[in-house]
């Protein structure tokens, strides 16, 4: 895949520190008037919108292998916080300040991982399935569709089982819904400029559609 395309390595580079990023300032939660968020607001949908432009680009096939390229970076960076919290600190104070905000990420880290599992795949295989069906047409629709299904998969399982008996169940469900509704009005306001970075990456990889290639959508098939 990466030899086919120009930019593919870069597209999953890219996508794996923004995932890294992400789950780093996920462990800090702000209010702002009637919604509570993970400061992962900030970065997150351009997770997704990044997933849409791969999965409209290289494919369902093309989208997997970055999405577990994602995961994989994820589990990293969670093993290298949890060992190096475990290390003596020259410092104790600071070494306890250190621990108090990464050795939460591990947590978050699987929450990520499960959430982004089913939001992602689920995100990749409505976008693949509607554009095989529309043969290329809709984009707008197929883009809110698939997202819309994503970050709602998404967003709950990383809100359940991320901060579950850390933060009071309204404030969870605060989260829940705060995130969701961000994340649809952030992908609706966005998409004018996704439609221009899809179309570029398209020029770019000298993309063509074929509509007729049987696609296997098992996320862990080759």
């Not at 190096?84 to 947590?107: I, K, W």
Request: overall charge neutral; charged content about 10%.
């Amino acid at each position: 895949m990466s030899s086919r395309y120009r930019h593919y390595s870069t597209v999953m580079a890219v996508f794996a520190v923004l995932l890294v990023l992400s789950n780093t300032t996920a462990t800090k939660l702000v209010q702002l008037g009637p919604f509570v968020w993970s400061s992962a607001i900030v970065l997150f949908p351009l997770v997704y919108i990044l997933g849409d432009v791969i999965t409209e680009v290289y494919g369902y096939a093309g989208a997997k292998k970055i999405f577990w390229v994602g995961l994989l970076c994820n589990i990293l960076m969670s093993l290298t916080y949890l060992i190096t919290g475990l290390l003596p600190a020259l410092d104790p104070e600071f070494g306890v300040m250190y621990s108090t905000v990464l050795n939460q990420v591990p947590r978050i880290v699987i929450a990520s991982m499960l959430g982004l599992w089913v939001g992602q795949f689920s995100n990749a295989y409505i976008m693949s399935k509607m554009r095989v069906a529309s043969e290329g047409r809709n984009l707008w629709q197929r883009m809110m569709a698939s997202t819309l299904v994503g970050e709602a998969l998404d967003t709950v399982v990383f809100c359940v089982v991320g901060f579950y008996g850390v933060v009071p169940v309204a404030v969870l469900w605060q989260m829940i819904y705060s995130a969701t509704l961000f994340k649809a009005a952030y992908e609706a306001v966005i998409s004018p400029v996704t439609y221009v970075v899809i179309h570029w990456f398209k020029r770019q990889e000298g993309y063509g559609d074929d509509y007729s290639a049987p696609v296997n959508y098992n996320p862990f098939g080759s």
